[in-house]
Nanobody, 115 residues
């Protein structure tokens, strides 16, 4: 059983910054991809950023240049530094871990950006 626990969400004004953290526990291989997805009210869940165990990254176009994903393989953790936040970044942010065919999700953390 794999558990992902997110933290770091909250309310911030437009232009501000937040840092999300996600810690993974349980059984999974060291070769995996971790990432962040988000779901705004009334919309589908969408990719924000992913990072492989070798630190290869991928970003949604909407966050390139503003968000940075990183990971600590010793702590089995992934982070998302979010800068220059916009009201359209408001969503529930979910941590994800893909390990082979297995796909795990955290419960999500709310990020609200006020204008």
């Amino acid at each position: 059983q794999v558990q992902l626990v997110e933290s770091g969400g909250g309310l911030v004004q437009a232009g501000g910054s937040l840092r999300l953290s996600c810690a993974a526990s349980g059984r999974f291989t060291s070769i995996n991809t971790m990432g962040w997805y988000r779901q705004a009210s009334g919309k589908q869940r969408e990719l924000v950023a992913t990072i492989t165990s070798r630190s290869s990254t991928n970003y949604a176009d909407s966050v390139k240049g503003r968000f940075a994903i990183s990971r600590d393989n010793v702590k089995n953790s992934v982070y998302l530094q979010m800068n220059s936040l916009k009201p359209e970044d408001t969503a529930v942010y979910y941590c994800n871990l893909r390990d082979g065919w297995a796909n795990y999700w955290g419960r999500g953390t709310q990020v609200t950006v006020s204008s």
